[in-house]
């Protein structure tokens, strides 16, 4: 095990110690099967704090892998709150897919010298899924700015339509995907509180709902204002994510072409955007415990590697500001009369018309 100034990095609970954090050096793109290659790499260089699984394979039978990283990986540890980034949901839209790679490293090496990074390891499970859509990216070339060649799956359904929605719950004229499935079923095996979900082709950081209330006879608007009850929450968690970026929060600067909207602070409403049905963060929203917000990580959807270096330099510190919103706001357990966790209580906040259940341990 590799040792800094004495501290074990593959060690749970190893003390952060004062020394340079490890900056990766090396920036560029990974096909499928060098994305696995990597993240069993740093599996392997950071056993005690990672864990490698899958939560199904593609339709073309490519492995849908996530990258554990806690002090104690393979276990939910009671009060600990666990959270998820998912990436190339688009197949085409790059650029997160490298950031979890390189912020997997990141963390994993920095485990022990980073006092920042340390503390995240230890109170937070973080699940990161690259790739929710390999076969898409193995259709998509590099260069691409603004083409859909790989956003679909294998079977030409976009996944970011495909699951189940509040106002359109039966999605008859979508049926689901493999991936869409494999993806819920994850869902409901961890109890995620906090989620981002990557993906290119602006500059800004979008909040529920994404979709919006038709009444009958009334035509599909192509954008309106769409309000869920924790707007104010999920509008603290887009900044948190857009004010760390040196560049998403100045609207003069962050927009892509004369056509897009200037964002106020780099953050949006999603259906005052554009309006989406079957959406994955409304989907988290009403149908499990976690708060997704989705993120449009840059202009270009597929940017040249030369471009990677500069990505990280920019989304490093709003990607680990946003984990740090995980530990902000009411946390605690429910438990009966005999002291026993009380799991699936339902708790509610007056005012606020969304309720939460308790994780098996009677956490929430």
Wanted: glycine share 6%; with cysteine.
């Amino acid at each position: 095990a590799p040792l800094v100034d004495g501290a074990d990095l593959e060690s749970p609970g190893a003390a952060a110690v004062a020394s340079d954090p490890y900056e990766p050096h090396v920036f560029s793109h990974h096909n499928h099967t060098a994305l696995v290659r990597e993240l069993t790499a740093i599996q392997r260089r950071c056993p005690g704090i990672t864990r490698l699984y899958s939560v199904g394979e593609s339709v073309e039978h490519r492995s849908l892998p996530v990258l554990e990283i806690s002090d104690r990986p393979g276990a939910h540890e009671p009060g600990e709150p666990e959270m998820k980034y998912i990436a190339n949901m688009h197949g085409n839209e790059v650029v997160g897919r490298e950031m979890l790679l390189l912020l997997a490293r990141y963390l994993c090496e920095n485990y022990g010298r980073s006092e920042r990074v340390t503390r995240l390891v230890d109170t937070v499970r973080i699940h990161l899924m690259p790739t929710m859509n390999p076969d898409g990216y193995s259709r998509a070339w590099e260069g691409d700015d603004v083409s859909v060649t790989g956003r679909p799956n294998a079977r030409n359904f976009d996944l970011n339509r495909n699951f189940p929605d509040r106002l359109e719950p039966t999605q008859s004229k979508r049926p689901e995907q493999l991936e869409t499935k494999e993806v819920r079923q994850w869902l409901d095996q961890y109890p995620f509180v906090l989620s981002a979900n990557l993906h290119n082709g602006a500059l800004v950081a979008n909040y529920p709902f994404d979709d919006v209330h038709v009444e009958p006879g009334e035509d599909v608007p192509l954008s309106r204002t769409s309000i869920s009850p924790d707007d104010k929450v999920f509008q603290q968690l887009a900044r948190a994510y857009s004010m760390a970026h040196p560049v998403m929060h100045l609207p003069a600067l962050a927009h892509c072409d004369d056509s897009d909207p200037l964002f106020q602070d780099g953050i949006t409403n999603g259906a005052a955007w554009y309006n989406v049905a079957g959406g994955m963060q409304d989907y988290n929203y009403f149908n499990t415990n976690c708060f997704e917000i989705t993120v449009e990580m840059g202009c270009v959807k597929f940017p040249a590697r030369r471009m990677l270096k500069k990505h990280w330099q920019q989304h490093k510190p709003a990607l680990l500001a946003f984990m740090e919103q995980v530990h902000v706001g009411v946390k605690g357990f429910v438990h009966d009369a005999c002291g026993r966790p009380v799991s699936k209580a339902t708790i509610a906040v007056g005012g606020i018309d969304h309720t939460l259940v308790t994780a098996r341990d009677g956490d929430y």
